[in-house]
């Protein structure tokens, strides 16, 4: 496990997925300017929520650290790419100090990119109806456990990651009663999604809220207690960091003009959105995730197959 600091100056790794969010931002002649306007929206962001304490609204900055997992199969030096994560730190510039934000946040795998662009499709082309392979995700939900419940990781992080996705558009939302003074109203899918499913296989619960003045509810994936686990600030770094990526990357959801009402289906072809400075290759990003899997199948998946079946049977 190794980290490298997320800045305007940031290049990925060779072995880093590059349509990872963070990765996708660091690409092309725009490269240091995107990455600068992305980093100046969360610090807004962040400030905007934390205004307590905070009357000129530049209280606090976000740093954020890239946490890269590799996995060597074998024990021959040859490790395999398996999972970056971020870590959000927070710069308290009243006090100059650094306070530890959230673990997780941004979540990429080759592993996922293989379950869902290549296994999932080559199970159900040709096929009438839309089924799920028989243990589809256990592989990947077991490493990531096996990962969280490591001795790197517990030595490395006070507290247990959380993750933040964008909602499915193909579900509806209805809002709750429940508010919390920083994650907002708290909303309910109608459905489980497949993401839940799989997510679930890695030990990890859901809860929707939409902070105050988002646009679209965010889906928070977490052990534990999500309410009680985390401070204000941590929460707040989550949300900041989360919102300003799926500002840039799902933009008539979460940039959309009208904020979510307290029924909400996404719909990923609303007109009525604003763009941020930020442009990118949604089509070449959905390419890419196929062959990403690819990759993963190639180097990961089919040489080391009766390893990772062994494995599997026997992790706990």
Known sequence: MNSVGFDEHYQ????????TNFANLARGESREQNLRSALMMIDNRFNALAHWDNPNGDRYSVELEIISVDMDVEGSGSAFPTIEILK??????????SVEGIVGNNFSSYVRDYDFSVLLLDHNKDQPTFSIPDGFGDLHGKLFKSFVNSHAYKKSFKKLPVICLSVSDSKIYQQTENHHPVLGYEYQPNESS?????????????RYFMPANSAAPLAFYFFGDLLNDYTNLELISTIST???FQKIYRPEIYNANA???KCYQPNLRNVDHSL?????????????????GKFAEEHF?????ALLEQWSANYA
């Open 242 to 244: 989360m919102e300003t």
């Open 12 to 19: 990925p790794s060779d072995n880093t997925r590059i349509t």
């Open 88 to 97: 959000t730190n927070i710069l308290d510039h009243r006090t100059n100090e």
């Open 301 to 305: 998946i089919k040489p080391y197959q």
């Open 194 to 206: 497949l993401t839940e499913q799989y997510f679930k296989k890695m030990g990890l619960q859901v």
């Open 276 to 292: 941020t400075q930020i442009v990118y290759d949604r089509e070449e990003r959905s390419a890419l995730a196929i062959k990403q």
């Open 259 to 261: 904020a979510a009402g």
